[in-house]
């Protein structure tokens, strides 16, 4: 059975949470405060923890940031009323999976978290290499033969997602719903320019393409023979 760690101090939303994820199958452990939040996401094992920021005894993200600092890499949904972009960015560059802000439909918290889940399955590896090329998702660090690489939050994030599938074809649509979390109708030329922007970085000097284009489909990571 999936394992849910629910952090949320506000006791009508955090019973209502937790009755409503309890009957769709999950078993969901909730606390009401920072420090117990924190403690049991560091002592046990959790397939997703869904975190307010706003708490008392720790804050949201100054847990999350802990966690990630310590190798914790559990999938999470940070769930607030704080909305604005700057939270937004800030829970994503710290390691966040997702970003649910108040007030929410259930049925989309509950989308989110299965898009996290299958997201989560994909792999562990805190370090991913293809060729010379690595990624270090702890550090949020990217080297090319030992050069490092300089990208922006997003430009990695996109870069983690292909490396994870690396040989599979990934769609748009797919990399819309789950890098940018967004529908995939207005973020078409959005991808492609950051397809291009990770291309410009990775293949300079002459080096080999790998991010190649499934025409009519998206896009497969690899190092080709």
């Given at each position: 059975m999936v394992r849910i760690l629910l952090v949320e101090d506000e006791a009508k939303v955090r019973r209502g949470l937790q009755r409503g994820l309890e009957e769709e199958g999950y078993e969901v452990v909730a606390v009401d405060n920072g420090e117990d939040g924190y403690r049991r996401a560091s002592d046990e094992r959790f397939d997703c923890i869904v975190l307010d920021l706003m708490l008392p005894g720790r804050d949201g993200l100054e847990i999350l940031r802990e966690l990630r600092t310590g190798g914790n890499r559990t999938p999470t949904m940070?769930?607030?009323?704080?909305?604005?972009?700057d939270d937004r960015v800030r829970g994503l560059d710290w390691g966040a999976d997702d970003y649910l802000p108040k007030p929410f439909a259930f049925a989309e918290l509950l989308a989110r978290i299965r898009a996290i889940l299958r997201r989560g399955a994909v792999g562990t590896e805190t370090v991913l290499r293809a060729g010379d090329l690595m990624l270090d998702c702890l550090h949020r660090r990217v080297a090319q033969a030992e050069q490092v690489i300089?990208?922006?939050?997003?430009?990695?994030?996109?870069?983690?997602?292909?490396?994870?599938?690396?040989?599979?074809v990934v769609t748009r649509d797919m990399i819309a719903r789950d890098v940018w979390r967004e529908p995939a109708g207005s973020m078409t030329n959005v991808i492609d320019v950051y397809i291009n922007y990770l291309r410009t970085k990775l293949e300079r000097s002459g080096r080999?393409?790998?991010?190649?284009?499934?025409?009519?489909?998206?896009?497969?990571?690899?190092?080709?023979e």
């Open positions: 940070i769930l607030t009323a704080r909305g604005t972009v300089d990208l922006t939050a997003r430009e990695f994030e996109l870069l983690e997602y292909l490396m994870r599938r690396s040989g599979e080999a393409r790998l991010i190649h284009t499934v025409r009519g489909v998206g896009y497969r990571f690899g190092v080709e």
